[in-house]
């Protein structure tokens, strides 16, 4: 369906040629596809094999058959073609031109284009899913709005986030910190998944609106990733370094709930993987030191890693002396040093961020 919508985009040729045939108050049925399955339930109508444009395709929807198009909307195959899907395959539509766009295609993998002249409706169907364009200004309209919204959610994550590094400084981290930033995170990532089909619709005319959108989301999914890493499963029992798919399990149980169960900071703990009875939000909580670790500046990740693991904690880390940090695998002198003067500095930032 993607890929179906991308042809009919607002500044497309074919998007054109259908609004003008709108404007004439005429109905049509456009096949995208003229293979050998296509052609099998074709009879009648005409061999074109031209060049397309918008303007033939105007003059051939005044005929009440079907315009048969190359599977790149480049060529005119036929026109004035009666369509004879198989008559079992079920359909939900009422009008005969929309049954026949519906039961093609679920029966052929091509793209069909129905548009009512009653109406005023252009319907596209793709397998066994249905989509009703929408005019390119509410689609605008539709961005701006998920757009402002999206604004809200990075403002409120921005500030989570700040709160979180200077309350993990302090070592006063609780379960309603992580969740603070947790819940943002996945509502932004969720409207901005929610706007897609909305970008891909719009076609050219979204470029500028996907980027105000990457860069209103630059950078969460990377923190909800460290975030999980640090405080997936009860802290203070000392677990071992999560791994990738332990990971992937939580972020994908934070995905399965709902928008009410996200809200309520519980749920976001028992994804987390916090039993019900312990999930309490005041619950001292203790990162074991990812994500700060990872915004020191031109420091590997891998060493990163090797740290958290030797330590498992980030107050232990942020105690551990230069030659304590230097029994590390792979962490010399030097890489000590600027792991104590980089957190230093974290620190002092993050708190002046959080107070002043």
């Known amino acids: 369906m993607a890929d179906a919508l991308a042809l009919v985009a607002p500044g497309r040729p074919l998007r054109e040629g259908i609004e003008r045939v709108l404007l004439a108050k005429r109905g049509a049925l456009i096949v995208i596809g003229d293979d050998a399955k296509v052609l099998s339930i074709c009879t009648g109508g005409f061999l074109?094999?031209?060049?397309?444009?918008?303007?033939?395709?105007?003059?051939?929807?005044?005929?009440?058959?079907?315009?048969?198009?190359?599977?790149?909307?480049?060529?005119?195959?036929?026109?004035?073609?009666?369509?004879?899907?198989?008559?079992?395959?079920?359909?939900?539509?009422?009008g005969t031109r929309h049954r026949t766009a519906e039961r093609l295609a679920r029966s052929i993998d091509v793209p069909v284009v129905s548009v009512s002249a009653a109406m005023g409706v252009i319907t596209v169907y793709r397998h066994d899913h249905k989509h009703v364009l929408q005019a390119a200004s509410r689609l605008h309209d539709t961005v701006a709005h998920g757009l402002s919204v999206l604004q809200r959610f990075r403002q409120r994550f921005d500030l989570a986030v700040t709160a979180l590094s200077a309350l993990e400084i302090e070592d006063t981290v609780t379960l309603a910190d992580v969740a603070a930033v947790l819940q943002p995170a996945e509502?932004?990532?969720?409207?901005?998944?929610?706007?897609?089909?909305t970008f891909i619709e719009l076609g050219e005319e979204a470029q500028l609106l996907r980027l105000q959108l990457l860069e209103v989301v630059d950078g969460v999914d990377e923190v909800r990733h460290l975030v999980v890493r640090d405080y997936l499963r009860p802290q203070r029992q000392g677990p071992p370094a999560p791994d990738a798919r332990a990971e992937s399990h939580v972020l994908g149980a934070l995905a399965r709930l709902s928008t009410e169960e996200l809200l309520d900071g519980r749920k976001v703990g028992a994804a987390l993987g916090i039993s019900p009875g312990h999930a309490d939000l005041h619950a001292s909580m203790e990162p074991r030191g990812y994500r700060m670790l990872y915004r020191l500046p031109r420091f590997p990740d891998a060493l990163a890693d090797r740290i958290v693991e030797h330590f498992a904690g980030l107050q232990k880390i942020m105690r551990a002396s230069v030659g304590d940090l230097e029994q590390v695998s792979g962490v010399g002198e030097s890489r000590a040093r600027s792991v104590k003067d980089g957190l230093s500095r974290l620190a002092e930032a993050s708190i002046l961020d959080r107070y002043s």
């Open 48 to 94: 074109i094999d031209a060049e397309y444009s918008p303007q033939r395709l105007t003059e051939l929807a005044k005929m009440d058959g079907a315009i048969i198009l190359s599977s790149d909307t480049t060529r005119l195959a036929r026109a004035n073609v009666h369509l004879m899907p198989d008559p079992a395959v079920p359909t939900t539509e009422t």
């Open 187 to 197: 509502l932004l990532l969720r409207v901005a998944e929610e706007l897609e089909p």
